[in-house]
């Protein structure tokens, strides 16, 4: 549908409206950019960006190191080899061992600390798990074996001999 005088002529619009509304409408037509002369200064505007930004490389940054070395940390205390240390001295005992490129497996380098702080770490068996609870009374005694009522004989212990 065609946005024209006639169009708003038919709907209704006054006739001095028309004409404002016209000179707009050609104005803002006057005024527009095609698609391919933005799409060229949009990938203007991109190359210039990528010249000024540095390239790095966010495997080298420091805090990348970091997040790595806490990541394999949280992972290395989630293995049996941690169990027997005491958990507020876990930090401590991780600080204590080497974590080059070839170092020894943990198991080996915490127990040689071990021997030498034997303080922090369980040397118990671990707690066992507490038992599941129990709903109700326990089931205790013999079966009834049915109403008895006590009699005068009984009370006063005669009747069978």
């Given at each position: 549908?065609?946005?024209?005088?006639?169009?708003?002529?038919?709907?209704?619009?006054?006739?001095?409206?028309?004409?404002?509304?016209?000179?707009?409408?050609?104005?803002?037509?006057?005024?527009?950019?095609?698609?391919?002369?933005?799409?060229?200064?949009?990938?203007?505007?991109?190359?210039?960006?990528?010249?000024?930004?540095?390239?790095?490389?966010?495997?080298?940054?420091?805090?990348?190191?970091?997040?790595?070395?806490?990541?394999?940390?949280?992972?290395?205390?989630?293995?049996?080899?941690?169990?027997?240390?005491?958990?507020?001295?876990?930090?401590?005992?991780?600080?204590?061992?080497?974590?080059?490129?070839?170092?020894?497996?943990?198991?080996?380098?915490?127990t040689a600390i071990a021997e030498t702080m034997?303080?922090?770490?369980?040397t118990h068996e671990p707690e066992p798990k507490?038992?599941?609870?129990?709903?109700?009374?326990?089931?205790?005694?013999?079966?009834?074996?049915?109403?008895?009522?006590?009699?005068?004989?009984?009370?006063?212990?005669?009747?069978?001999?």
């Open positions: 549908m065609a946005f024209s005088r006639k169009f708003l002529i038919d709907n209704g619009v006054p006739e001095d409206k028309v004409d404002v509304i016209m000179a707009e409408r050609n104005r803002t037509l006057n005024d527009y950019v095609p698609k391919g002369d933005v799409q060229a200064q949009i990938d203007a505007a991109l190359a210039e960006a990528q010249k000024a930004a540095p390239v790095v490389n966010v495997t080298e940054a420091e805090e990348y190191k970091a997040l790595l070395a806490e990541n394999a940390k949280i992972k290395a205390f989630q293995t049996d080899d941690f169990n027997a240390v005491k958990k507020p001295y876990l930090d401590i005992v991780w600080g204590k061992l080497d974590h080059g490129e070839k170092h020894k497996p943990y198991a080996e380098q915490l034997p303080d922090l770490f369980n507490p038992a599941a609870p129990q709903f109700g009374a326990p089931a205790v005694g013999a079966m009834p074996t049915g109403n008895t009522k006590p009699t005068f004989e009984s009370l006063w212990g005669l009747g069978k001999k």
